[in-house]
């Protein structure tokens, strides 16, 4: 799964360790996840929508442009 996480981090001036601590989660998950190495779970993954004011789908999508 591909995301847009780091850009929408930037675009909001948020560090990784900002939105780490905004989302309640360790800066290492951060990392993994725009590095695409972790999958975040639903609830997880909801939350930055709402922190971002977007649409879940809007941050990750299937790497094949799904």
């Known amino acids: 799964m591909d995301n847009t996480?780091?850009?929408?981090?930037e675009a909001?001036?948020?560090s990784q360790d900002q939105l780490?601590?905004?989302l309640g989660v360790?800066?290492?998950t951060i990392?993994?996840?725009e590095k695409?190495?972790?999958?975040?779970?639903l609830p997880l993954a909801l939350q930055?929508?709402?922190l971002f004011n977007t649409h879940v789908e809007n941050i990750f999508f299937l790497e094949d442009g799904s």
Do not use: F, T
């Not at 996480?5 to 981090?9: G, H, I, M, N, S």
């Not at 695409?36 to 779970?41: D, H, K, L, M």
């Open 5 to 9: 996480l780091k850009e929408l981090r």
């Open 12 to 14: 909001h001036g948020y």
């Open 20 to 22: 780490a601590k905004r």
């Open 26 to 28: 360790s800066r290492q």
């Open 31 to 33: 990392i993994s996840i």
């Open 36 to 41: 695409g190495r972790y999958n975040p779970s």
């Open 48 to 50: 930055m929508g709402q």
